[in-house]
């Protein structure tokens, strides 16, 4: 038995627009922006939990912090994460992303009784938001 | 003020063997897994969050699930993500890895206080184990 891991402490998302990724994710989904970078941007989703918005090729090369490298990373194509949200707000999601003429792309109940709501951010990335009753460590 | 997100619920990464992987985030970092897939397998990080482990190329395509459509996603490059760790499991940390024959490529020290580890999975993608004291949501 080694040391543990306790939690997702940093998620990315590439994307192609700083200003437009801040429109999305602090305009429609609500995230604070944390650390605001012409690279990269961190939001805060939890606490101890962070959404990297990555400006896509920017990240591609090493960078020294403090005397020490920090690895470059890149991703293509239409990327793909989740949100947790409770499952008493899934009416009010609908209705909030129908506001900011964000197409709800598809709604899927799992066989746990949880729902997932996919869309897409400006990016074409696959953006879920997810309630209980998805994964066995998170049940109904 | 609308509907609010409470935490991530899952984070991706893309891989090319799916027991290759198996053997990183289970034989090496401890994960659980919790569903295991063709295309994708699921580990459990912590209560409510799971690590997705996607088979790349295969999860390109839209599937159905119960009548419903889960859209495909992908991403080609050494992409990027941090788990959280306990700041005095940093040394055992840096031995477990030396243990499985894991380089460390980078340990950075951040101004808060926080450290980060860097080092790659066998799919080059940058693995990060962190700690407080990174991130203003999660001081020291």
Redesign the interface.
Known sequence: ????????????V?VDDMEQAHDFYHGV???TR??EGARVS?Y?????????V?LRGA?DEDVM??G???????????????????ID?ID??IE?LEGHKIAL???????GGGT?L?FRDPFD??V???T?G?????PL
């Open positions: 038995m080694g040391p543990q891991i306790l939690s997702v402490l940093e998620t990315p590439y989904l609500g995230l944390m650390m961190a805060d989703v939890a606490p101890t939990q962070a959404l990297l990555c990240c912090v403090r020490a490298l920090v690895p470059g990373h890149r991703a293509d194509g239409p990327g793909h994460f989740a949100f947790r949200i409770a707000t009010a999601w909030h792309e598809s709604r899927v109940e799992w066989p997932s996919y990335n696959v879920e938001l997810g209980a998805i994964w066995p460590n998170d």
